[in-house]
């Protein structure tokens, strides 16, 4: 059953866009629902976080690591401007051609003239979250044009016209049997749930599409100014098709993914494998400067990289948010995350899932769309504790949450009751007497000191767990008692 029929079913067709809940916590609920979505997330995030506690430990030193790795960022960010320029000038320097695109659809029309311009109708590409960011496959589609992902996981979350779940893995939500189908329906014959089968096939259909694709779009990992170098980190070797095979390659680029210099581009590589995938290095780092020279063998004839700000100067702006830039979007806090690991990336109906995507997708889109994203955290602060860049992203989301009140966010019977929350506790009087009232009224409903009943305000927090009862008597009610009792024993004033 898809969410679209499980809440038509529960509160009609209110609250429904393109088929998913609007609201966050009605996509919670029905995460909540699905077991094997659960178990996935859970086994592969602890995966991720064991294999990560294990290459650190051999590493060493990992906290002066994070704060090199902070200071490159925060350098890089205080002084984009420039960096972006000594960028762009090195990558034209090389034969390429740079493109700076205000938003999505700027950056989305650049990509259509590129491709109108070489009268392409083939597109592989590799994996790319600001492809993403530009909703890139929908664009080219709607334009008549073939876009394949290459990535594996990003070709099955394609072929089930879904959005990745999580930014490193972006089918973990998917079991071989819904693989199978897919792929069976893709062409497949034969397939069983077998790994090896699965991936013959994907490696079978996916070399047809590189060796009749006019263009490869790839993202980019980081930009080096210093040389206009573009750095890729892959496992699957998928990428180095994508930016060889094609006449001509395009780069998707974050404005924010520059460093300066190689030194500085060696401590990312030492960090950003890590903290994504628990390894010490992947597979391949691809870099490449420039298209094909001549007397060249291989790669792209033609290099094209469009970077893209889309509400990104705002944050440049904001020294609450500036440090979101820092992101090197490993995924790290999305694998520490209980939120995530609970409900999984796509409740948060965004490009971006987990605490980065609660604080950068309302940053970069604005209005009230994510305004619901910030209060989805617990605030335990893991996110940043495993941050190999040391963001704090739990200030920057008490700050958005701060901005979603003032803008008066919360529905009316929120607003009436944290008015009654602040009226109690501002007055000693007030907040005793309502205590005391509180210890009558629960009697009924206490069994062996907890509250399970599911009533009224309580059934938010007793669907999930027990409510703890209040004592039968406050701590400052006992306090006196005892101090008369030892008064009355002649032992007030003794200490031991």
Not at 19 to 48: S, Y
Not at 81 to 103: I, P
Not at 393 to 412: F, I, K, S, T, W
Request: with cysteine.
């Amino acid at each position: 059953m898809t969410w679209e029929t499980q809440v038509h079913s529960s509160r009609g067709t209110e609250g429904i866009r393109d088929g998913v809940p609007e609201h966050m916590l009605d996509r919670c609920k029905l995460a909540l629902q699905d077991d094997f979505l659960r178990k996935a997330v859970r086994f592969t995030a602890d995966k991720l976080r064991s294999k990560k506690d294990a290459v650190v430990d051999h590493l060493g030193h990992w906290e002066e690591w994070r704060e090199r790795g902070s200071a490159i960022r925060e350098e890089t960010i205080s002084h984009l401007d420039y960096y972006l320029q000594q960028f762009a000038e090195n990558v034209e320097k090389s034969g390429g051609r740079v493109y700076f695109a205000e938003d999505a659809g700027e950056a989305a029309q650049t990509l259509l003239d590129i491709l109108s311009a070489k009268q392409a109708k083939s597109v592989v590409k590799a994996k790319s979250m600001v492809s993403e960011e530009i909703q890139m496959n929908e664009v080219l589609e709607d334009a008549g044009i073939d876009v394949v992902e290459t990535d594996l996981g990003e070709f099955i979350v394609q072929l089930a016209k879904e959005k990745p779940s999580h930014i490193i893995i972006p089918a973990i939500h998917k079991n071989r049997n819904q693989i199978r189908d897919l792929f069976t329906a893709a062409g497949g014959k034969n397939l069983t749930t077998d790994t090896k089968v699965l991936t013959a096939f994907a490696r079978q259909y996916l070399r047809e599409k590189y060796l009749h694709a006019e263009v490869g779009v790839t993202g980019c990992n980081f930009g080096i100014a210093k040389s206009g170098t573009l750095a890729l980190f892959t496992n699957e070797g998928n990428a180095d098709m994508v930016m060889n095979l094609p006449k001509t390659h395009i780069v998707l680029m974050g404005m924010e993914r520059v460093v300066p210099t190689f030194a500085d581009f060696e401590v990312m590589a030492n960090l950003l494998p890590r903290s994504a995938t628990g390894q010490k290095l992947t597979t391949y780092v691809s870099m490449i400067t420039g298209p094909r020279a001549h007397g060249e063998m291989d790669g792209a004839k033609e290099l094209h990289v469009i970077i893209l700000d889309n509400g990104r100067c705002r944050q440049l702006g904001d020294e609450n948010y500036k440090d979101i830039l820092k992101c090197i979007r490993c995924g790290a806090c999305l694998n520490v995350c209980p939120v995530y690991r609970q409900v999984g990336g796509h409740a948060y109906a965004s490009v971006y899932p987990g605490p980065i995507g609660a604080v950068l997708s309302p940053l970069l889109n604005g209005g009230e769309k994510y305004t619901d994203l910030p209060f989805a955290s617990s605030l335990c602060g893991a996110c940043a504790e495993a941050c190999p860049v040391k963001i704090q992203h739990h200030d920057m989301l008490v700050h958005l949450r701060q901005q979603a009140v003032g803008n008066h966010y919360p529905v009316a019977g929120e607003r009436l009751m944290m008015k009654g929350f602040a009226r109690i506790f501002s007055s000693s009087q007030r907040y005793r007497l309502v205590m005391d009232t509180a210890r009558v009224c629960q009697k009924p409903l206490v069994r062996d000191g907890i509250i399970t009943a599911k009533l009224g305000p309580l059934a938010g927090w007793t669907k999930g767990r027990d409510f703890p009862a209040l004592a039968k008597e406050s701590f400052r009610r006992r306090w006196v008692k005892l101090q008369r009792e030892l008064a009355a024993s002649g032992k007030g004033g003794q200490r031991k």
